[in-house]
């Protein structure tokens, strides 16, 4: 499947730029790598996150549908002197074999098709060890706000607090959602986000 972005990540420059997003710190704060953590970067784009929590100490394993934005994130890992297993893959399909510490997504949650949101978030909390976390993002439809520029075929609706409601079995340390301005394509828009960051815990609760 083709994205707009493989053909925009081919381009030298780095269209998200190479500063991470503020809820890389929120990771470094709730689960700092203390030891050697497996993080899961899903949907790194051109590798900014990705590359960012390597530097600080973690085991990063990282995908994207667009080959270009994988090429991109394993250049500007070589660049910078760290190691990202980067892979190409579509988040519709693909389904965790082995556990991971942390599961790191900002911004590509809305590809996901609705069909697929249940099974897909149960085999992600399936395979994510105990006292591990999620941190995500995904973009909500708000009637005030219009449609962004990029217009993709592949994006799908959510709306608010639907991300929330898959993790209604874990603790929340973090959730917000915001409005926030954006000018990615070169014309000014606003988006609305939903941020949640949920931990898994330790032990079964008997409720009968």
């Known amino acids: 499947m083709h994205t707009i972005y493989e053909d925009l990540y081919k381009n030298e420059e780095y269209y998200w730029s190479y500063i991470p997003s503020y809820t890389c710190l929120k990771v470094l704060e709730f689960m700092p790598s203390v030891k050697k953590l497996k993080l899961l970067d899903i949907g790194c784009g051109e590798g900014r996150d990705s590359v960012f929590f390597a530097r600080n100490g973690y085991d990063v394993t990282a995908f994207d549908l667009a080959i270009s934005g994988v090429e991109k994130t394993q250049r500007l890992a070589e660049k910078l002197g ?10 519709n399909e693909y389904r965790l074999t082995e556990k991971f510490d942390i599961l790191f997504s900002n911004g590509v949650l809305h590809y996901v098709k609705p069909e697929v949101r249940k099974e897909m978030f149960d085999n ?35 709306i608010s607090g639907e991300l929330l409601g898959y993790y209604h079995d874990w603790k929340f340390e973090f959730e917000v959602e915001e409005i926030f301005d954006c000018n990615s394509s070169g014309v000014a828009h606003q988006h609305a986000m939903t941020r949640m960051l949920a931990r898994k815990m330790k032990g079964i609760v008997n409720r009968e």
């Open 124 to 158: 992600y909390k399936a395979f994510t060890e105990d006292n591990g976390i999620h941190m995500l993002s995904v973009f909500v439809d708000k009637p005030f706000i219009a449609p962004p520029p990029e217009y993709e075929e592949t994006a799908q609706r959510w």
């Open 82 to 91: 760290v190691k990202v297993n980067v892979f190409q893959a579509d988040l």
